[in-house]
């Protein structure tokens, strides 16, 4: 059992309540992280801890028939509790969870080199290549309705017709951008509805700050932030690298004129996603 030597607030991260635990077990140090699920964001805890078990076993099982070697840099490492469960509730109704701390990676915000955007995009779709085989019926939405882009549209709409906070007028090109372009969040719900469309488990926050990186090599080492882990469209994962990775800014710049987009980024992304996902992904 590892033995507690003292702990500290992570400021990383934006939702859940972090702690960086240090302990010593063996005479050797170990460091854990310690979260506190916001409930106010993911309203079913337990269910974000039984899909993130589901994933994090699989992977574990996948990535060690490959190698062994790094095991627990490679994949997060969840710490059960005495009794085994992947989370704790305490008496006010927080949950806790634990994983091991991966040591010796670093993570960044924007995309440096195109290297870098093809490492990362290979990542995601190695990421997905080892869930394929994984049930999506063991997988539970956690997050109703995450990437329905027609009732994103349809909320729109009424903030429009509403105007709460006289806005209409200094965005009307943005808001005629959106409503042209309405159709093609149709196309997907539609494609999805039909069947021609298959829901594969998806990790749906697929940003650069969630892929760490070995400190030395820059080698991809594991992807973590699973808690939204669901079963979705592969299309909004590979969409969402596209808008972290491409832009040289960061995704909350609010000088809109340093977003651009540098398609030499987006060929390697597309070029290290299907290195992967080629071997799952099925004809159009």
């Given at each position: 059992?590892?033995?507690?030597?003292?702990?500290?607030?992570?400021?990383?991260?934006?939702?859940?309540?972090?702690?960086?635990?240090?302990?010593r077990?063996?005479?050797?140090?170990?460091?854990?992280?310690?979260?506190?699920?916001?409930?106010?964001?993911?309203?079913?805890?337990?269910?974000?801890?039984?899909?993130?078990?589901?994933?994090?076993?699989?992977?574990?099982?996948?990535?060690?028939?490959?190698?062994s070697?790094?095991?627990?840099?490679?994949?997060?490492?969840?710490?059960?509790?005495?009794?085994?469960?992947?989370?704790?509730?305490?008496?006010?109704?927080?949950?806790?969870?634990?994983?091991?701390?991966i040591?010796?990676?670093?993570?960044?915000?924007?995309?440096?080199?195109?290297?870098?955007?093809?490492?990362?995009?290979?990542?995601?779709?190695?990421?997905?290549?080892?869930?394929?085989?994984?049930?999506?019926?063991?997988?539970?939405?956690?997050?109703?309705?995450?990437?329905?882009?027609?009732l994103?549209?349809?909320?729109?709409?009424?903030?429009?017709?509403?105007?709460?906070?006289?806005?209409?007028?200094?965005?009307?090109?943005?808001?005629?951008?959106?409503?042209?372009?309405?159709?093609?969040?149709?196309?997907?719900?539609?494609?999805?509805?039909?069947?021609?469309?298959?829901q594969?488990?998806?990790?749906?926050?697929?940003k650069?700050?969630?892929?760490?990186?070995?400190?030395?090599?820059?080698?991809?080492?594991?992807?973590v932030?699973?808690?939204t882990?669901?079963?979705?469209?592969?299309?909004?994962?590979?969409?969402?690298?596209?808008?972290?990775?491409?832009?040289?800014?960061?995704?909350?710049?609010?000088?809109?004129?340093?977003?651009?987009?540098?398609?030499?980024?987006?060929?390697?992304?597309?070029?290290?996603?299907l290195s992967?996902?080629?071997?799952?992904?099925?004809?159009?």
């Amino acid at each position: 059992m590892a033995e507690f030597v003292d702990g500290y607030a992570w400021t990383k991260g934006h939702i859940n309540d972090t702690y960086i635990i240090n302990c010593r077990q063996g005479g050797s140090p170990i460091r854990y992280i310690l979260q506190r699920i916001n409930h106010h964001v993911f309203q079913q805890p337990a269910v974000v801890m039984q899909n993130v078990k589901e994933a994090t076993q699989h992977l574990r099982k996948k990535i060690a028939s490959e190698s062994s070697a790094d095991l627990t840099r490679r994949t997060m490492t969840l710490v059960p509790t005495r009794g085994g469960a992947s989370y704790y509730m305490d008496s006010a109704g927080n949950y806790w969870r634990a994983y091991v701390f991966i040591e010796r990676v670093k993570s960044s915000h924007v995309a440096e080199k195109p290297e870098q955007a093809e490492q990362v995009g290979r990542a995601f779709g190695l990421f997905q290549k080892r869930l394929a085989d994984l049930p999506t019926e063991r997988i539970q939405e956690t997050i109703p309705q995450f990437h329905n882009g027609v009732l994103r549209i349809d909320a729109l709409e009424k903030a429009v017709r509403e105007d709460k906070q006289n806005r209409v007028e200094a965005t009307q090109p943005e808001i005629e951008f959106c409503q042209t372009n309405r159709g093609i969040v149709q196309i997907f719900a539609d494609a999805q509805a039909k069947g021609e469309l298959p829901q594969r488990i998806t990790h749906n926050d697929t940003k650069i700050d969630n892929v760490l990186l070995d400190q030395d090599t820059d080698e991809v080492m594991c992807i973590v932030d699973l808690d939204t882990v669901m079963p979705g469209l592969i299309h909004y994962d590979f969409g969402d690298m596209v808008r972290t990775l491409t832009s040289p800014a960061d995704e909350d710049e609010r000088d809109l004129d340093k977003v651009t987009m540098r398609m030499d980024f987006f060929d390697a992304l597309a070029k290290g996603y299907l290195s992967e996902a080629n071997d799952f992904l099925s004809e159009a």
